[in-house]
């Protein structure tokens, strides 16, 4: 995205807007979706995500890449609806001050899923059951593809937080593979 | 390399992440060893599925719902531009209000002390008196003596209402000024067989009413006042004004911050209202002045965090000294948060952070 367009999307221009909408809209969909594991939620956030860019573009002031600031507003709201889950959760639950946790998410239903392999079935399990910051990791680096300084940026920590978290990331989907491999073939 | 300390290298080996020296050392021993051979199978295959993972499309309906919701904020947009520049307005303009007020009670105290001669009067309530109030007060004495016939006509009445006067000033000046209000002389307990003083004490004491805050206790001395003729009586309304816009300021703060972040970010927490109120009365009281410091929207909660290390928490805002505020703002700088403040100097600040 040039700066001419950005300058555009600041001053309000839809048109212009738009083309961001048509260039972050897939990222920002998938990063949704391996946060949420779900469709309809993803496709929600992702509304969210550009709503709020749209009201705060004017705030962005260049200091970093445009699409590490969309994705920490992804993150953002992504972290906001997993607040929500889990308070529904814990009203559901009847817990008073109960500590705050991750809380693996089931939400995951493969008859309804995108995936068309066993293979993939089982990776998209295994991450929805992850902890939310394994979660993003895995997301953001293995199916986005970003590297570790863009994550880094957006999740606001050192690299080395970034790739222990990915190493632990891995491990568990190893270990969730080894406990389901009859499912596989 | 035996087997152990292969498999821990395994995982950095299929991302590429191993100096050309490990490698060769992995690929020798993978030549060798078919159980780690099948271990970087596995994990290519994890690998290789994870960046081959099927992608949710964006649906038509998508950008047409997205353009909706849109159309509906850009028909909000402009109306919250418009309240934005009101806010910054109203505030600079209660700032300067403060200030003037500040002012005004500072130099009417010391009028008030200078003017009348009590003998217990305190040499360093003198000092305190700078030179350009003394001109003033000086020039003052000088026009109110011209007017001592009619002051004289009224001098029993006086007498009854100096009391009442002085009893409400007295009051007033304890909550006003930090400085001891004990030390402020007493003319209304002198003999009435000094009418000349006592008469041309009226308007000096009542020039104290401008710097009053209490209402009920504002309008008791203005009724007052107006009976006397008063030629200063005139600054009151200018006062009150200044006040009830210093409260409507607090308010339309609180109210907008809280409209901002209930729109913009489902999880701030509520209830800032009634942070206004507050803020106006210890701005008024102990000198703590009011700013907000305006981040980017998606820093907000990180700064709240950070701000609640510097300073004491009360309703949406922080309360702290000058200089947790400046550390406050360093350590904001060295978290790469951008910022925006307009938190005037002062010994005390209550500071809201906000998003921009």
């Known amino acids: ?185 | 390399m035996n087997c152990d300390e292969v498999r821990k290298l395994l995982e950095d080996y299929v991302y590429d992440e191993v100096s050309f020296l490990v490698r060769n050392q992995i690929e020798e021993h993978l030549l060798s060893c078919p159980k780690c051979r099948e271990e970087v199978e596995f994990l290519k295959e994890i690998k290789n599925t994870l960046h081959t993972m099927p992608r949710l499309e964006p649906e038509e309906s998508f950008r047409t719902e997205l353009n909706k919701k849109l159309d509906q904020l850009a028909k909000k947009q402009p109306e919250k531009k418009k309240r934005k520049i009101f806010r910054d307005w109203r505030t600079y303009s209660a700032l300067a209000a403060c200030l003037v007020l500040a002012v005004a009670v500072q130099s009417q105290i010391s009028k008030n002390t200078d003017s009348v001669n009590f003998p217990g009067m305190q040499p360093d309530l003198v000092h305190e008196t700078n030179i350009t109030n003394l001109q003033q007060t000086e020039k003052a004495n000088a026009a109110e003596d011209a007017k001592q016939p009619t002051a004289d006509d009224v001098v029993t009445e006086d007498v009854r209402k100096e009391t009442e006067i002085e009893d409400a000033n007295k009051k007033k000046i304890e909550q006003i000024t930090t400085q001891p209000a004990e030390e402020t002389p007493k003319p209304a307990v002198q003999p009435t067989d000094e009418p000349v003083q006592s008469a041309s004490a009226v308007p000096k004491e009542t020039d104290v009413v401008p710097t009053d805050y209490a209402g009920a206790a504002v309008s008791a001395v203005q009724e007052e006042t107006e009976e006397t003729a008063v030629p200063q009586a005139d600054v009151e309304p200018a006062s009150l004004r200044m006040q009830t816009e210093t409260d409507m300021v607090a308010a339309e703060t609180a109210e907008d911050a809280g409209i901002q972040t209930t729109a913009d970010s489902p999880q701030a927490v509520s209830g800032s209202s009634g942070g206004g109120g507050g803020s106006s009365a210890a701005a008024t009281k102990t000198a703590v002045l009011y700013g907000t410091v305006q981040v980017a929207e998606s820093d907000v909660s990180k700064a709240k965090e950070i701000a609640s290390r510097y300073g004491t928490q009360s309703a949406n805002a922080v309360e702290m000294t000058q200089k947790q505020f400046k550390n406050y703002l360093n350590t904001l700088k060295a978290n790469a948060i951008q910022y925006n403040h307009n938190v005037p100097e002062g010994d005390m600040v209550r500071v809201e952070i906000v998003a921009e």
Not at chain 1, 46 to 64: C, D, H, M, P, T
């Open chain 1, 1 to 185: 995205m040039d700066d001419k367009t950005l300058a555009k999307i600041q001053s309000g221009d839809r048109a212009a807007f738009d083309l961001l909408v048509e260039e972050y809209q897939s990222q920002v969909i998938n990063i949704a979706y391996g946060m949420l594991s779900n469709r309809e939620d993803a496709y929600d956030a992702a509304q969210e995500v550009f709503l709020r860019i749209y009201k705060n573009i004017g705030n962005f002031r260049g200091e970093s890449a445009l699409s590490t600031w969309i994705f920490r507003i992804t993150k953002n709201v992504c972290m906001d609806f997993l607040r929500k889950r889990r308070e529904l959760v814990s009203l559901d639950a009847d817990e008073e001050n109960a500590p705050r946790q991750d809380i693996p998410d089931h939400r995951y239903s493969p008859e309804k899923s995108v995936e068309r392999t066993e293979l993939q079935r089982l990776v998209r399990q295994a991450i929805s059951q992850m902890e939310e910051k394994y979660r993003l990791a895995i997301t953001l680096f293995d199916i986005e593809g970003l590297s570790y300084e863009e994550i880094a940026e957006i999740l606001d920590c050192p690299v080395g937080t970034v790739k222990s978290r990915l190493s632990r990331a891995r491990e568990k989907l190893k270990q969730f593979f080894l406990e389901n491999r009859e499912h596989l073939h």
